[in-house]
């Protein structure tokens, strides 16, 4: 019952972000306005922001409600940020970021402390891996077929289906079995962090996020300098496609083999792909450097669940929490590492 349970949240998420990714890819061009940028700005920040201080009040109501109702209430965010941007309303698109904040900490909360919860070290890495693996070729298949349609029915359209994907992943989730919240977030996440296993975890979460961000941010710009526009899609095309396979794939042959192996090969994987990237000057090259970060991410999306789980085991709730909190800096990070490269830049 409990892996029918999961297949169900696999789908729901697979649905869920099909729509809510596949929205944002036409952010910019709904609100094509003189003052876009800044809207856009807004509401990131707003979201980022927010979503700090939502990490340590989600817990409460994940507790309050139970994982079931957690998941199915919180998903339903998802379907009113898509609506906001079809109403083109900026009022409305900050007050969704808010509610996105708050709602996507307690869906991920809920999400990693149900697949720990009902997994076991046997299938763990498996399901895992799937998640996110289903994640990933959701958003992409979604963006890619609107791409035929969107300039043919228009973006009313369009994002009226996104919205029904969404509603439909949503209501999945009413059909998951829920599970037993009693003792959980034992340890406070703030003082968890301070707790050698986690100080030791947390540079696997940072680098792993920090490389997803500059994927998004910074690394399409070099892709452009070196080679041109027209190479950034191909490139980073292969940073996707790794992460749809490799996700899954390390998550199930860490059931079998552990995944402290694979950890060491995220590692060198992470640091040899920015090397190649910082120092080629080759499409073949920088093409080895993507697919190697993007083996990196895979791993870290395939492994942290079991990770977490063997190191903290009884305060696992509270070990996501703090995950999440970290991987929210990181991205901040890389934001402000950025605004300090374009100052040198300029002076």
Not at 31 to 41: L, P, Q, V
Not at 113 to 120: E, P
Not at 144 to 150: E, H, N, P, T
Not at 209 to 216: A, E, K, N
Request: hydrophobic residues 55%; glycine residues 6%; charged residues 10%.
């Amino acid at each position: 019952m409990k892996n029918k349970s999961i297949i169900f949240i696999i789908i729901a998420f697979f649905l869920i972000f099909a729509g809510f990714d596949s929205s944002q890819q036409y952010l910019s061009s709904i609100f094509y306005t003189r003052n876009f940028e800044m809207i856009s700005f807004i509401a990131l920040s707003i979201l980022y922001i927010a979503s700090i201080p939502a990490n340590f009040i989600a817990p409460f109501f994940c507790r309050k409600f139970g994982l079931k109702k957690s998941l199915f209430f919180s998903s339903l965010a998802y379907p009113v940020f898509i609506i906001s941007i079809v109403l083109r309303s900026e009022i409305m698109l900050y007050i969704s970021s808010v509610i996105i904040a708050f709602a996507g900490s307690m869906l991920w909360i809920s999400h990693g402390t149900y697949l720990t919860r009902s997994t076991t070290n046997k299938n763990r890495g498996f399901y895992s891996g799937l998640s996110f693996s289903f994640l990933v070729i959701g958003s992409a298949i979604t963006i890619f077929f609107m791409s035929f349609f969107v300039e043919k029915v228009g973006y009313n359209v369009i994002y009226f289906i996104l919205f029904l994907i969404a509603c439909l992943g949503s209501i999945l989730l009413l059909f998951i079995s829920d599970i037993d919240t009693v003792e959980r977030y034992a340890i406070h996440p703030i003082k968890l962090i301070k707790k050698k296993s986690m100080l030791l975890f947390a540079p696997f979460i940072i680098s792993s996020f920090f490389m997803m961000g500059s994927m998004i941010s910074r690394i399409p710009i070099r892709i452009t300098d070196l080679f041109g526009l027209s190479y950034v899609g191909k490139i980073i095309s292969i940073y996707g496609v790794t992460i749809c396979i490799f996700s899954f794939l390390v998550g199930k042959l860490s059931d079998k083999y552990g995944f402290n192996r694979f950890a060491y090969i995220s590692v060198l994987s992470s640091i040899t792909g920015f090397f190649l990237i910082l120092v080629s000057h080759t499409v073949l090259t920088f093409s080895i450097g993507i697919f190697l970060i993007g083996l990196a991410h895979s791993s870290f999306l395939g492994l942290n669940y079991p990770i977490l789980h063997s190191l903290f085991e009884k305060e696992v709730d509270s070990a996501i929490i703090t995950g999440i909190v970290l991987s929210v800096i990181s991205l901040l990070s890389i934001k402000h590492l950025f605004s300090i490269e374009k100052i040198n830049h300029k002076y």
